[in-house]
C-alpha cells in the first residue's frame, strides 16, 4: 500500500508541476509483451510531463544482456524476475512489481483444438518461446504441473514438446506464427490476445491449476542519466491511470 500512495504522490507532484522547463529523454527497456500497453503508456506520460519517452521491445533475457554488455537505458521493464533481480543492486537501483499476466493458448479461428488434451495429437504444429525467454520458462512449468497432476498422463509433456516445430525468442514472434498459418497452437500470455489479434486467432483456456501468473518488475538503471523522470515514469506505471491502461491491454494489477 506505502508503494502505491508513494506512487500516487510522486504522479500528481509532476501533473501539478506541469511539464518540465527541460524536457529530459527517456530509454525504456520493455518486454516484449508490454508493446502496446507502454506505447500507450509512453504517449500518456510524455504528453503529461513534457518529457520524450523511446522504448526498445524484446525478450527480458535479449535486454537483460544488452544492459549487462553496457547498453544505455533509463528502466527496464522484465517479464520475470528470473531476468531481472541478478541486476539490482548492480545495473538497477531497485525492484517493484507494477503487473502480471498469465498464460493462454492461441489457435486460428475455426480450430478444433479446444483443450490441453488436443494439443498432443500427431503433427500439430506447435510454437513456443525459447528457454529464458520468460514464457517459454512459464510454459515448462506449465507443461511440469501437467505432468505431476497425470490428468493427461505422466508423459504429456514429453508428447506436447514432440509437436513443438519452433522456439521463438520472444512471446511477439510466437503469437506471429499463429497469425501467419505457420503453427496450429501456440503458447503465450493472456495479454498477447490483443484487439489486432483477435480477428485471426481465438484462445484455448488453461486449467487454473496448470496456469502460472507472471510477476513484471520494474527498476531505474544506476546508469541513467535522467534518474529522476525514470522514477517519474516508474510512479506513473503504478499511478492509477497507469494501471487502468495495463488492465486495457490484458495485464493484471500488481497486487
Not at 44 to 66: E, H, I, W
Not at 173 to 192: F, I, P, R, T
Not at 214 to 234: I, K, Q
Request: aromatic letters at 8%.
Amino acid at each position: 500500500m506505502k508503494r502505491f500512495f508513494t506512487a500516487r504522490l510522486l504522479t500528481a507532484a509532476l501533473l501539478t508541476l506541469g511539464a518540465p522547463a527541460h524536457a529530459a529523454n527517456l530509454t525504456v527497456f520493455a518486454a516484449s509483451s508490454l508493446t502496446d500497453a507502454f506505447t500507450e503508456i509512453g504517449r500518456d506520460f510524455d504528453r503529461k510531463t513534457g518529457n520524450r519517452t523511446t522504448f526498445q521491445f524484446a525478450g527480458s533475457q535479449t535486454l537483460r544482456a544488452q544492459l549487462e554488455n553496457g547498453a544505455q537505458a533509463d528502466v527496464y521493464a522484465s517479464a520475470s524476475d528470473a531476468q531481472f533481480t541478478p541486476l539490482v543492486g548492480k545495473l538497477i537501483t531497485a525492484r517493484q512489481v507494477f503487473a502480471r499476466n498469465t498464460l493462454t493458448v492461441i489457435v486460428p479461428r475455426g480450430s478444433s483444438v479446444r483443450s490441453l488434451a488436443d494439443l498432443t495429437r500427431p503433427g500439430l504444429r506447435v510454437v513456443i518461446a525459447s528457454p529464458g525467454v520468460p514464457v517459454g520458462d512459464y510454459t515448462r512449468q506449465m507443461l511440469a504441473a501437467v505432468d505431476r497432476a497425470g490428468t493427461y498422463g505422466r508423459d504429456y509433456s514429453a508428447r506436447f514438446l514432440k509437436n513443438v516445430v519452433s522456439e521463438e525468442a520472444n512471446v511477439r514472434q510466437v503469437a506471429l506464427k499463429v497469425s501467419l498459418g505457420e503453427a496450429d497452437a501456440a503458447v503465450v500470455y493472456s495479454s498477447d490476445l490483443t484487439p489486432s489479434l483477435k480477428g485471426r486467432v481465438q484462445a484455448v483456456a488453461l486449467p487454473g491449476r496448470f496456469n502460472m501468473l507472471a510477476s513484471y518488475p520494474v527498476g531505474v538503471t544506476r546508469a541513467s542519466r535522467s534518474a529522476p523522470e525514470a522514477r517519474a515514469f516508474v510512479a506513473y506505471l503504478l499511478s492509477a491511470d497507469g494501471q487502468r491502461t495495463l488492465r486495457k491491454w490484458g495485464l493484471r494489477a500488481a497486487k
